[in-house]
Every structure is written in structure tokens, then in C-alpha cells.
């Protein structure tokens, strides 16, 4: 099993960058697809971005592509996502979620994932 943690959510004015971390707790951390997600008041929680177990693979929304980057550093068991050019639609609470996997897949489906973190607030304010 894992536990997962996240932190470095805010306030933050358009424009604006805020970078949010997971840390997980656990053993083999290396071997989990690792993805974000957020969950917007009154909308369904959706999905943000993946990477793979090893950092080799990464995948992106749409909307946030050229703005936001996945990484991880397995020796820290931690996984990161570094927002930039943060819009007021990019309000939200922000999930980090874990799955075992042996392969590079990557996961982006809510249901594909069995943990997840108790999510932090990301503010943008326009």
C-alpha cells in the first residue's frame, strides 16, 4: 500500500505559478504510475496529468499542455506538478493519486487509480 500526502497549494494571482508536491509514504514507490487530478465545485473530478513509473512517460490534458509539468524523484518518493501561467479556470482541489503497475503505462481514468491523497486548494484569482 501507499499513503499519499500532497502540499504547496494556494492563492495565486493569474498569470502566476504554484508548484504542488506528493510526497508517498510506502514501500515501491517506483513501481506506481503516478497522476494528478482536480475537482472543481459542483463539476466531476478530472484528469490533469500522468507519468510513469520511472519519469520516462508523461501524459497531458489538454488544457493545461505547455503550462503544467509532471515530474517525479523516486529516491524522495515524491511526485511533483509545476504550474505556470496559472487562469482562474485552473481553480480547483487538487488530487494526487497512485497505482501499481509493471509496466510504463500510463493511467489517466479516475477509476484507474486506487489511492489517493486528501487533496489541496489551488486558488487562481483573476
Known amino acids: 500500500q501507499v499513503q499519499l500526502v500532497e502540499s504547496g497549494g494556494g492563492l495565486v494571482q493569474a498569470g502566476g505559478s504554484l508548484r504542488l508536491s506528493c510526497a508517498a509514504s510506502g514501500r515501491a514507490f517506483s513501481f506506481y504510475v503516478m497522476g494528478w487530478f482536480r475537482q472543481a465545485p459542483g463539476k466531476e473530478r478530472e484528469f490533469v496529468a500522468t507519468?510513469?513509473?520511472?519519469?520516462?512517460?508523461?501524459y497531458y490534458t489538454d488544457s493545461v499542455k505547455g503550462r503544467f509539468t509532471i515530474s517525479r524523484d523516486n529516491a524522495k518518493n515524491t511526485v511533483y506538478l509545476q504550474m505556470n501561467s496559472l487562469k482562474p479556470e485552473d481553480t480547483a482541489v487538487y488530487y494526487c493519486?497512485?497505482?501499481?503497475?509493471?509496466?510504463?503505462?500510463?493511467?489517466?481514468?479516475?477509476?484507474?487509480?486506487?489511492?489517493w491523497g486528501q487533496g489541496t486548494q489551488v486558488t487562481v484569482s483573476s
Open positions: 507519468i510513469s513509473w520511472n519519469g520516462g512517460n508523461t
Open positions: 493519486a497512485a497505482e501499481r503497475t509493471p509496466s510504463s503505462t500510463l493511467l489517466y481514468r479516475v477509476g484507474d487509480f486506487g489511492y
